[in-house]
C-alpha cells in the first residue's frame, strides 16, 4: 500500500501530471454543471507549477511521459506531453497534429 502512495506522490511531482489531473477534474466539474473558466483553471495551473518548478519542490526536468514528436509548428523534434488528452509541444505550446503521409523509412 505504501508503494501505491509512493508511486502516486512520485507522479504528482511532475508538471505535466498535474496540468493533466487538474484539467481532467475541471472537465468534470464542468460535465456536473459547475461553472468554471477552464482557461483560468489551467492558466493559474500552470503558473503555480511554474513557480513550484522554480523552487524544487516540482521535478521539471522528469523525463517520464514525455514522447519526442516532430513539432507541427517548428518542424524539429521537440519534447513532447500529453495534456487534456492531446499532444503538446513543451518547446513551444503546439498541439501536436499526425502527419498525413507518413515517410517512416527516410532516414538521414
Ligand atoms: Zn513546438
Known sequence: MTDFFNSVFTRLKKPSIILTVVSQIGALLILC???IDENLLMTATAMICSILCTLGILNSTA??????????ESGEPKAHVMIAG???CKNCGAVYVAPEDEETDEKG
Request: hydrophobic content about 45%; charged content about 20%.
Open 63 to 72: 523525463p517520464a511521459d514525455e514522447t519526442m514528436l516532430v513539432c507541427s
Open 86 to 88: 492531446q499532444m503538446v
Open 33 to 35: 454543471g459547475v461553472r
